[in-house]
């Protein structure tokens, strides 16, 4: 899913939804939906939850983990807020959390609790409800209320703190949220390389820095172009606009090299739990940028087919005739995740979890 409105063109039409469902479904096994708070409920007490919970129930009728994205977060908070003094907006914000992770229990169960709390109090390029808040609170009091409103309502969901810094602030953050007992259930570390791949030794050593809490990684937001690089010099992504920004032959190949290499030196990553590709086509993409792995027509570029050669020919484990032994077991070397083992006696679904590389079932008698 996109992180911002779309710069879309007169007559910029997306792609058919059953093309694109096809294509999403070929690759992921999980999604993560936007629930920012300015376009949810734009007008106070009016959320959009039936259009989001239908499209929640698909993905998970589809067998696809949703994760919601974000409870909290100073961008995108409705401007109504600005009417509020702050303790009612405190009292609306823990009631926005409530309310969603309620309404969502067991189609989302999974959630970017806060977004971005490294720069919220000092946050500033527009006027918000709630970094004014935070500027009283203070960060770790913001992060503490989402966490435990959220984590109330649902008491099984799995709750990310979420950042693009991944700079020593982020680092300190956490030390100092785990100090004060808030339980987080996974970092979210945003990967948007619109000026360019990092580079497997750069995107490591990341990883291995973060590693250190001992939480699961989640490459939450990843994004690499098919097109002119953002330059160098601009500090704030948001900062840089063009009118157009298209997909080019030499970026697409760029893109697949990268694409490849990227998830290989990411999944070889213990700590790591999941990768999310931030927006599957052009149409639609974060800042209008060429990012997708679709054109803005629905048509694949080179990246998608180098991800799913991957992915599906790799990386899948295919559908292998094994013989038991003499106790009626198998024994199944493979990634984490959901095993189908079928026999003339019945069939049984085992989940292999981190750690676990053998798992031995027996089925039937």
Not at 91 to 118: L, M, S
Not at 251 to 279: F, M
Request: proline share 6%.
């Amino acid at each position: 899913m996109t992180a911002a409105p779309p710069r879309s063109s007169a007559g910029d039409a997306p792609p058919q939804p059953e093309a694109l469902a096809d294509a999403w479904l070929t690759l992921f096994n999980t999604v993560t939906l936007p629930f920012y708070w300015r376009g949810f409920e734009p007008v106070r007490g009016q959320p959009e939850t039936t259009r989001l919970l239908r499209t929640a129930e698909w993905f998970k009728a589809h067998d696809v983990t949703v994760k919601g994205h974000p409870l909290l977060w100073h961008t995108l908070a409705p401007e109504w807020l600005l009417g509020l003094d702050d303790a009612e907006v405190e009292a609306v914000i823990r009631n926005r959390i409530r309310r969603e992770v309620t309404a969502f229990t067991g189609a989302v169960d999974q959630w970017d609790a806060i977004n971005e709390a490294v720069i919220l109090p000092v946050f500033t390029a527009e006027e918000n409800a709630v970094t004014r808040l935070a500027q009283r609170k203070g960060r770790i009091a913001m992060i503490q209320l989402a966490f435990e409103e959220a984590r109330a309502a649902n008491p099984g969901s799995r709750l990310v703190l979420n950042d693009f810094d991944l700079s020593e602030d982020y680092e300190r953050l956490i030390e100092e949220c785990l100090a004060a007992g808030i339980r987080i259930d996974a970092l979210g570390l945003q990967t948007h390389m619109h000026q360019g791949y990092r580079g497997e030794e750069r995107v490591w050593n990341v990883l291995e820095r973060f590693s250190r809490f001992g939480l699961p990684l989640q490459l939450t937001e990843t994004t690499l172009l098919s097109g002119e690089l953002m330059p160098r010099e601009i500090v704030d992504l948001n900062d840089y606009v063009v009118e157009s920004w298209p997909s080019t032959p030499e970026g697409e190949v760029r893109q697949a090299d990268e694409i490849v290499r990227h998830y290989r030196n990411v999944v070889a990553h213990p700590a790591v739990e999941s990768l999310t590709y931030w927006g599957i086509t052009d149409h639609g993409a974060w800042l209008g940028a060429p990012a997708g792995l679709l054109r803005r027509d629905g048509t694949r570029k080179p990246a998608y087919d180098a991800l799913r050669a991957l992915i599906r020919d790799e990386w899948w484990y295919p559908r292998t005739q094994l013989r038991t032994d003499a106790a009626g077991g198998v024994t199944v070397h493979g990634f984490a995740g959901s095993y189908r083992i079928s026999t003339p006696y019945g069939t049984e679904e085992v989940e292999l979890s981190p750690g676990r590389t053998v798992s031995t079932v027996i089925v039937g008698a």
